[in-house]
Nanobody
Framework: QVQLEESGGGLVQTGDSLRLSCAASGRTFSSYSMAWFRQAPGREREFVAGIIWSGTLTYYADSVKGRFTISRDNAKNTVALQMNSLKSEDTAVYSC????????????????WGQGTQVTVSS
């Protein structure tokens, strides 16, 4: 089992950067693929970025490709999301999630979730 806790959200302006972190508990963290999802008010949860267990493969939603970078440190049981050139449409609650498989953009495949952290981008 994996417990996840996000941090790093906040209020920023258009064009700013923000770095989200997700701390995981459990000795099996390195065996899980991880991802960030986000959910804006009135909208469905959407995939943002994913990284496989080894960190050797990352993948992104088209809307964030080139602006966001996902990374992980298995020694520290953490996964991060570096967000640059933020836009107002990036405003959402961001959650990290863990998946026992290799690669998925579907929230339904992820068994473990953090509580989320709010990111608000003001124009």
């Amino acid at each position: 089992q994996v417990q996840l806790e996000e941090s790093g959200g906040g209020l920023v302006q258009t064009g700013d950067s923000l770095r989200l972190s997700c701390a995981a508990s459990g000795r099996t963290f390195s065996s899980y693929s991880m991802a960030w999802f986000r959910q804006a008010p009135g909208r469905e949860r959407e995939f943002v970025a994913g990284i496989i267990w080894s960190g050797t493969l990352t993948y992104y939603a088209d809307s964030v490709k080139g602006r966001f970078t996902i990374s992980r440190d298995n020694a520290k049981n953490t996964v991060a999301l570096q967000m640059n050139s933020l836009k107002s449409e990036d405003t959402a609650v961001y959650s990290c999630a863990a998946y026992s498989g290799a690669y998925s953009r579907s929230p339904g495949d992820y068994a473990y979730w953090g509580q989320g952290t709010q990111v608000t981008v003001s124009s």
